[in-house]
C-alpha cells in the first residue's frame, strides 16, 4: 500500500493556511458576527492541524501497525475538515447571491 501521510501532510498545513486566512479576513472585515462561517473556519483549522499532527507522526514511527493507525486518522480528520471547508465555501456562494 503506498503511503498517503506525506501527502496528508502537505494538503492539511496548506489548508490550515487558507482556514486561518479565512477567519483572519473574516475578523478584519467584521462580517462574523452574524454567520457561522467562522466557526466552521475555526473548526477546520482544528482539524487541519490535528491532520498534521497525526500525518507526521505516520511518518516517524516505526511501527508499521501505528503507521497505518496514525495514517488513518490523519486520513479522517482530513476529511472532516474538507467538509467544514465545503460547508464555509457553501455559506459564503449564498451569501454572495
Not at 464555509?88 to 451569501?95: M, Q, Y
Request: some cysteine.
Amino acid at each position: 500500500m503506498e503511503k498517503k501521510s506525506p501527502h496528508i501532510l502537505n494538503a492539511s498545513s496548506n489548508l490550515l493556511g487558507f482556514s486561518l486566512i479565512i477567519m483572519t479576513s473574516l475578523k478584519i472585515a467584521k462580517i462574523s458576527q452574524n454567520t457561522y462561517l467562522d466557526e466552521f473556519a475555526g473548526l477546520a483549522s482544528i482539524f487541519f492541524a490535528c491532520s498534521c499532527f497525526f500525518s507526521f507522526l505516520a511518518i516517524r514511527t516505526k511501527t508499521e501497525k501505528r503507521e497505518y493507525t496514525f495514517e488513518s486518522i490523519a486520513d479522517y480528520l482530513f476529511l472532516i475538515a474538507l467538509f467544514c471547508i465545503v460547508l464555509a465555501v457553501i455559506i459564503v456562494s449564498l451569501k454572495i447571491i
